[in-house]
């Protein structure tokens, strides 16, 4: 065999792909159909007139060349123009505004653009896997979050989070800018969840801060917020050097994203945002019947489309998998600070989390 590269030695085993490999050989050992409420994939796609807006346009004959490597300036602008509307951040789409395919793509990007090789990343722990694939394609180190008396030269913020459904607590943006500003170290906030959430809370942007513009980016998912999670379509906002950086990485890694992909993602954040609203409403109603179903546990979740939960002493995801045929996304994936802890996911039809909490029910009884 011939020697591997080093950039591919160093990437971690994809968590997920570990995930549902472990799910599917579970499903095929018999038994009851198998309950898996491990996974975070919408399971409600986006609305019509988005669906409608691609398949028009991938029907005209002048759109299956090359699309504008740094995107269409429509589309930048209507997500300008919805950051504005939506969280009261007013971005300059021509300068601040980079178009992703998707957004995972972005957390990479972000590593490599923001930090030399050898660097430092602070990641959340528990965080999502992903975070330390990026840290390693740059060639990086990470240390978990703990607290903005670390040294660094960049930080990965999350809120919503995943795993944890927690949203950002009062003042921490704030402090993670004054942080990168002592440290001149760059702050990339994921906010793939960030419409999604509960019990009367607004969506905040970790660029509606004083001074986030100057010390970082965010990045905006049109996967969770319109249900596009199969379409690969994202933004990165903020910072302008940054968003220069991640353009020209692009320029020589990609040749554009379709564009109809593009106009379906003009039409999902120009057209009617009813579907928004009817999808929190959807998850927040699951959450209140998971966390009912789990009284007796410590459990929590204030958006997303999870729950994150402490297993009871001698129960393990994989006995869950194994003896009542229901999969989780076990804690300790997401980081050290997992350890005892379960990822339930709500992104399942009603009928599906019904029977996997009747079964947790039994578990835990």
């Not at 942080?179 to 999604?196: I, M, N, P, Q, T």
């Not at 009813?274 to 927040?284: I, L, M």
């Amino acid at each position: 065999m011939r020697e591997v590269p080093d950039l591919i030695s160093r990437l971690p085993d994809q968590y997920f792909t570990a995930l549902l490999g472990r799910v599917a050989a579970a499903a095929l050992a018999g038994g009851e159909p198998l309950v898996d409420l491990g996974r975070g994939n919408p399971e409600v796609g986006p609305p019509e007139h988005v669906v409608r807006a691609l398949t028009e346009c991938a029907g005209r004959d002048d759109v299956h060349g090359y699309a504008p490597f740094s995107g269409l300036p429509a589309l930048k602008e209507a997500i300008a123009i919805r950051y504005g509307e939506v969280y009261g951040v007013h971005l300059d789409p021509s300068r601040e505004v980079a178009v992703l395919p998707g957004t995972k793509t972005g957390l990479m990007e972000f590593a490599m653009c923001a930090v030399e090789s050898g660097g430092t990343i602070v990641l959340p722990d528990p965080g999502y896997p992903d975070y330390f694939s990026a840290v390693a394609l740059a060639g990086a180190k990470d240390v978990p979050f703990d607290g903005f008396d670390v040294a660094a030269d960049a930080m990965y913020l999350n809120f919503p989070s995943n795993p944890t459904a927690a949203t950002a607590p009062d003042g921490l943006f704030a402090e993670a800018v004054q942080w990168a500003e002592r440290s001149e170290a760059w702050v990339l906030h994921d906010f793939a969840y960030g419409d999604l959430v509960f019990d009367g809370r607004r969506p905040q942007s970790f660029l509606a801060v004083e001074g986030a513009r100057r010390v970082g980016i965010e990045l905006f998912s049109m996967s969770k917020t319109y249900g596009m999670a199969g379409w690969r379509l994202g933004f990165a906002l903020g910072n302008a050097e940054l968003v220069r950086r991640i353009e020209l990485l692009q320029d020589h890694v990609f040749a554009g994203i379709f564009r109809p992909v593009q106009e379906a993602g003009i039409a999902a954040l120009t057209g009617p945002q009813d579907s928004v609203a009817e999808r929190r409403t959807t998850y927040e109603r699951r959450r209140n019947r998971a966390l009912a179903s789990l009284e007796r546990i410590e459990a929590q979740s204030e958006g997303t489309f999870f729950v994150w939960f402490r297993l009871p002493d001698e129960i393990t995801v994989e006995s869950l998998l194994v003896e009542h045929r229901v999969a989780l996304a076990p804690g300790e994936g997401f980081g050290a600070r997992g350890a005892g802890w379960a990822r339930l996911s709500l992104a399942v039809s009603d009928e599906i989390l019904d029977r996997g909490l009747e079964r947790l029910r039994a578990a835990f009884a």
